[in-house]
């Protein structure tokens, strides 16, 4: 695993030249066992390196990008419905580009938009799409989608022609699972029409979150409860557990010992048959992939006769786990599954004689404390809650709404759909009053911990101070654990000095967000887009941001103008954060909002900000936008929004001092702004593009950039850096980009 996660980290692959050690030091370890660790660790780095570079070498060639193909495949995956249309996963079996055969990524993501098309797991289709490389949002704190695509093995996304209308050619026979999995979710849907908790029961039963609204969703977040929902290890265990002792039960009835198969290996093999069917009814999604690999080593010591000690099938697991798929260390449940696992042994020694209640509430709180230091590296938020939630829901979940969903499910192949339908709203009607208690326990005050994201020797203290907290009885002064957790939640990120000023331009695709922070204050500008009900950059990209710098409240949000780009994720950063004051050139959007108007200015811890724009509130329209001009005592930065070339003259005409260090590119670098006249007036050394990768609006635009390069200034865009983070400190001005200076080698180049 160490192997592993070294690759992890790196920036490029390493090359495969040196691969020669681990066969050069298999050989030394039957003679030297001391060099088995080295062998191991230098396996790990060869077996990611090879998986990884064989995934690299099947991305969609740059020449494609944004060409019409015409392709032919395969719907692979269950649908998810968007605002407009649907999003699925293609089998591509071959494709064309201008007449003439060309190769691109074997499994796709596309959108489809605008006309009624309903894909169906295991149809083959002809189809027009334009494609480009994996590329999302590259921000400190936020969700790595490239990263999300690469383990997925995705390596190209786009979308659906609508000027060439699809064409079904036939149904592939070998996608009979995929295709039962969406029938499956489909009888659910119609056996529990208008019922709430649909979306979950059809979670249970094949894995599909995608109907789990973004409501539940926070329910089950607040509650720590959220692990329930996937097909996993838990899940997995419980289905192999019930086969197991109903198997190993009906087996050892008198005179039924067939082929003189022990009652025990007889239920290990129940258990294996019934883990591998609610497996393949989760899609053989990674998770589940993961739970089954690690039920057979359990299983196997059983088949095979071996007492084994439990940390020794722990770490088989593991090793079988990294074999099989050693990108699976990319996945939070990777580390939350076997973290609890080895929590609960750990916890669990010597306490064999408890009653089985007292172990019960004994694993969610360990459990609770065990993982902390993980959750808020991971999420930056805990449940306090979780516990009590969990300890109520496990029982419900597991030995109640579960069986009677795989029964249901048995049904509907075998038994006519009456009875499957009511097994269904059985489940449904057991889940709906769990979830009545998850509702309440949710709306509790204080039952949330959110706080920045911790410092990496903060975390490994604090693993420490978990694991002597929770060691065993006879440890001596385990209370001592709880001091080491004390630096996960006092040490506080890095914050500007009085007198500095830090402004990280976000990466919000075609759009502009950005946050200024001083010694104690802190300024939004902007929030970026809504892309749908469910998704907006406030809270995918901004608040996250907030949360990993330690920002508990916002001093000033400033929303420049009304356009989705620049205000879509407002309600988003308002709902997550206290907001003591907004201002806006569209101050009728947000309740007690004001006008944002030249000659407004205000200091924070020796930074000053001055409003440079509108004069008054008759502008209309992008020449309406707010201007914001930062200076420190070490540099200086001037955000104008989208205005345009009228605007910069009124800008001009005023008289005010528009020369700063920095200058955040007008309209994300449109024609139809940064005049010559405004640049030289402006005379920055850097600008910097907010603007979306390969996006239709083609930003920025070639005379554009050429007006800056004319003039010598250093350019420097969001699709290329990602967050762009400039620091205004004694020792000068300090400019990063994120996607550098955190690349990893999936990373779109």
Known sequence: MCGVLLVQSLPALPSLWWSVLPFVLLCLAYRYPVTRLALFFLAGVFWITLRSGLILEHSLPKELEGQDLLIEGTVAGLSKDLERGVSFEFDVSRAEFSGRAVVIPGKIRLNVHDFAFAPRIGDTWRMQVRLKRPHGFQNPGGFDYEAYLFQQRIRATGYVRK????????????????RMRQQLGERIHAALAGAPVAGMIVAFANGDQSTISDEQWEVLRRTGTTHLIAISGMNIGLVAGIAFFLARWLWSWPGYTVLRLPSQKAGALAGLLAALFYAALAGFAIPAQRALIMLVVVLGTLLFSRST???YVLAAALFAVLIYDPLAVMAMGFWLSFASVAIILFTLRGRVRESKWRQWNRIQWVIAIGLLPLLLVMFQQTSLSGPLANMLAIPVIEILVIPLTLMGALCVLIFPDALAGALFQIAGWVMAQLWSALEFLSRLPHTQWIQHTPLTWTVAVAALGAAWLLAPRGFPARWVGAVWL????????????????????????????????????VLVFDTGMRYSASFDTGRAVVAPYLRYRGVSHIDTLLISHGDNDHIGGAASVLAAFPVERVLSSVPERFQSGQHCLAGQVWQWDDVEFQILHPAGTGAIGNNANCVLKITSRHGSILLPADIEAKAERALLESGANLRADV?????????????????DAVKPRYTLIPAGYRSRYRHPHPSVVQRYQARGIHLLDTPAQGAIEIQFTANGTHISGYRNSHRRYWFNP
């Open 163 to 178: 000027d060439y209308t699809p064409q079904r050619i036939a149904s592939e026979p070998s996608y009979l699972i995929g």
């Open 309 to 311: 000690r439990p940390s």
């Open 486 to 521: 004390l630096p996960l939640f006092l040490v506080r990120p890095p914050a500007p000095a009085p007198g500095e000023a830090w402004v990280t331009l976000l990466d919000v695709d075609q759009a502009l967000a950005a946050v200024v922070q001083t010694a104690r204050h």
């Open 663 to 679: 200058l955040v590119a007008p309209h994300h670098g449109s024609k139809t702004s940064s005049t010559e006249d405004f640049i």
